[in-house]
């Protein structure tokens, strides 16, 4: 498979056969040749299985803010109204997401809110985070921002 493949004096797709005069495009690689079509037909491929593989709701399902707060309801002990809150923020996050999606130009524009979680260690912030990205299935990471914090500055002064 590693060679030129020639048909007439013209270049073919290793994958197809066709030639390049059959094709839109042909790509070369180094020792291949792939045509527009292989390449359409391979990203089908690729598409129909993440979809088969992709665990999870269904992609076109928004939960409302009650699903997501039952779901919350399930993970984390107390904290009722900052799950409300978080679950109305989600909500609003991906409505906002796929108005953006579907409305064109002259759509109205749903405006972006941030939620800031603040209080002591232990009280659920990052269960909270967790357990949302769970079960939204996107992904989600932990920082240490003490470097940040008055506490945790190291300088002359933190407003410097």
Do not use: W
């Not at 839109?24 to 390449?39: H, M, N, S």
Request: proline residues 4%; negative net charge; aromatic residues 6%.
């Amino acid at each position: 498979m590693a060679r030129k493949e020639f048909q007439g004096g013209q270049l073919t797709c290793s994958f197809c056969g066709k030639s390049q005069r059959e094709v839109r495009k042909l790509i070369a690689g180094p020792t291949v040749y792939i045509c527009d079509e292989c390449i359409r037909l391979c990203t089908d491929i690729i598409d129909e299985e993440a979809e088969r593989e992709a665990p999870g709701r269904e992609p076109g399902k928004l939960p409302s803010p009650q699903e997501i707060t039952a779901f919350l309801d399930q993970y984390v002990v107390g904290q009722t109204n900052a799950k409300k809150i978080l679950s109305v923020a989600v909500y609003n996050h991906y409505k906002r997401i796929s108005n953006k999606a579907t409305a064109g130009e002259e759509g109205v524009e749903l405006q972006k809110s941030n939620v800031l979680m603040v209080g002591p260690t232990g009280t659920g912030k990052t269960l909270l985070a967790q357990t949302l990205a769970r079960m939204l299935d996107v992904p989600f990471t932990i920082a240490d921002a003490t470097t940040l914090t008055e506490a945790g500055y190291v300088g002359e002064d933190v407003e410097n």
